[in-house]
């Protein structure tokens, strides 16, 4: 670590004073995932133990003023702390006691951002502060550098009725700033109508921040998670106004996403990690191995893929299939290309151009050997189904991200291994099989590799990426699938084979169709 590294912190360090929610939503747990939501080390140390649930507060029990003091001191004596976020403070002693600490860090010389969010009462309407601790609050008000009330508690700070419109709210909001030369967010959740704003009131004057109102009741622990975002991005922003509006942008999504959680049957929690989709969640390529359920039984019953794998399917069939399947590989080779192309690592970048290479080798011998054999009955012409495939492809390559195009190309590798090792393990013997070494090429444990390999690189593409780019890789990969079944599904004999092929399906340039593999 270089001197530079040890003067300034990679992250801020935030210190939450709260109370407790064994269940995760409000005080010292919101706060540490909020704090851990903007990129800030957290800390935290309790002022009471609450036992409470997304229905209401149960019990609360306030520990001797003694041991908080001796929490507040283990931090301050050990660590640096850049941010304080203050919540529930419970009594007056406790909110004496936090201010007396404040006091002691500034004698220190140490000028940490304070963040007060005044906790008076729950959402639920539980009080969760005592009526004499009032006027202790007000005293920590003057020692912090934001206030951020909702429309109740900014009435008992002012000592007055509740405001009942948004310009007395604001009024009320700039009295008190200038009475105890804080700050104040006031807050617009107690608000009725459609929108939820908040506003900034301070010596610079008012920034009011806009926001539709969410159509929720995931709303516990709002306050607490808005406060705490404030203390952790006020070191790393330029002011208030910057911070406010990043933070009030977050929660906003957080309060949206809240119900998805499935936390509670009461006033659930928000969803602090909302904008980090892909934390948490099950692979890419499990999410939607699920999707194309369907679609994969629909491959194993096609009467094609039954009589491939038991050795009655006709043979100018099969023959139909394996050049469908040459003119498709072709094609499929220059988007495994692209694919390396564009891929963001060596790893990447070998696996799809070894993939490449090998759809104009290793299946091209298999192709030739069939191929070579048969009368080209179908002139090389791609039917539509091939056609509608290769297009997809192509489409996907010219247009889509990285990420969309390894989806694209997935199911080539998986479907195949998937009912290549299912045809394998009910053949069993394949020694005078008609289609042996077609079964074998892909029930091969070492072609199964290389589709986990496939895998690998798709879920790594997708940790990287957005909600809407982690759905565009999904149609792209369950796309791919429906057109893999109707591939297999075309040379059937029978009534629907090669019926899509549309009258002037273009001849292809002998020469220009490498017959290849995967
Ligand atoms: N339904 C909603 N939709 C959008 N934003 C909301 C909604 N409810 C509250 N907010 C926002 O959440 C934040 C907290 O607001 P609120 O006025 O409810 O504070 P609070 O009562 O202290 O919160 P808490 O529920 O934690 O006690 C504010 O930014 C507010 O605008
Ligand atoms: C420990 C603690 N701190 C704060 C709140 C307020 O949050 P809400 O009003 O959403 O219940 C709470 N319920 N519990």
Redesign the pocket.
């Known amino acids: 670590m270089s001197p530079a590294d040890v003067a300034r912190p990679r992250r801020v360090r935030a210190l939450s004073i709260a109370g407790t929610d064994p269940t995760g939503g ?1 005080g010292i747990a ?1 706060d540490l995932k909020s704090f851990a939501a903007h990129g800030a080390y957290g800390m935290a140390a309790v002022t009471a133990v609450v036992a409470q649930n997304t229905h209401g507060v149960r019990a609360v029990h306030v520990p001797d003023v003694e041991l908080l003091d001796a929490q507040l001191d283990a931090v301050s004596d050990d660590v640096v702390v850049d941010a304080v976020k203050i919540g529930m403070t419970a009594t007056a002693q406790v909110a004496q006691h936090v201010a007396a600490w404040l006091d002691r860090e500034r004698a220190r010389g140490r000028t940490p951002v304070v963040v007060l ?1 005044p ?1 008076m009462v ?2 639920s309407g539980d009080r969760l502060l005592s009526r004499d601790a009032e006027s202790r609050v007000r005293a920590l008000a003057v020692r912090a550098d934001l206030v ?6 900014l009435a008992v700070l002012v000592d007055e009725p509740v405001a009942a419109t948004w310009p007395m709210a604001l009024d009320q909001a700039r009295r008190f700033a200038d009475r105890c030369g804080t700050a104040v967010l006031v ?4 608000l009725t109508g459609p929108a ?3 506003a900034l009131v301070g010596a610079a004057g008012v920034v009011e ?1 806009a ?6 009741t995931s ?8 406060s705490a975002a404030l203390a952790a991005l006020r070191p790393v922003r330029a002011d208030w106004p910057t911070a406010a509006r990043e933070a ?1 942008a977050w ?2 999504g957080a ?2 996403a809240g119900d998805a959680l499935l936390v509670g049957s009461g006033a659930g929690p928000v969803d602090h990690l909302h904008h980090l989709p892909a934390l948490g969640r099950r692979p890419f390529t499990d999410e939607v191995w699920d999707e194309v359920a369907a679609i994969r039984s629909a491959c194993d019953a096609l009467p094609f893929v039954r009589a491939l794998g038991d050795g009655t399917l006709p043979l100018t069939a099969f023959e139909d299939y394996l050049h469908q399947d040459a003119l498709y590989l072709a094609d499929y080779a220059r988007v495994l290309a692209h694919a390396s192309q564009a891929a963001p690592s060596p790893t990447a970048q070998g696996f799809f151009a070894r993939g490449a290479a090998a759809c104009l080798d290793v299946e091209q011998r298999l192709h030739e050997a069939r191929l070579a054999r048969a009368d080209r009955r179908t002139g090389g012409v791609r039917s539509a189904v091939t056609r509608a495939y290769v297009d997809h492809l192509l489409a996907t390559a010219a247009r889509g991200s990285y990420a969309e195009v390894v989806a694209a190309v997935l199911p080539c590798y998986w479907l195949y291994a998937d009912v290549g090792m299912r045809l394998l393990a009910r053949a069993g013997d394949l020694a005078g099989h008609p289609y042996g070494d077609w079964i074998a090429l892909y029930g091969d444990p070492e072609f199964a590799a290389r589709a986990a390999q496939a895998r690998a690189l798709v879920d790594d593409a997708a940790r990287g990426v957005d909600e809407t780019q982690r759905r565009l890789m999904a149609e792209a990969f369950v796309r791919s699938c429906e057109h893999e079944l109707a591939f297999f599904a075309q040379s059937w004999p029978g009534p629907g084979r090669h019926d899509e092929r549309a009258a002037g399906d273009e001849a292809v340039a002998p020469g220009r169709v490498p017959v290849a593999a995967t």
């Open positions: 409000a919101a969010d906790v729950a959402s951020t009330p909702n429309l109740p508690e807050k617009g959740g107690h939820s704003p908040d921040f926001a539709d109102r969410v159509a929720t709303t516990h622990g709002t306050g607490c998670s808005l009030k929660l906003t309060i949206a």
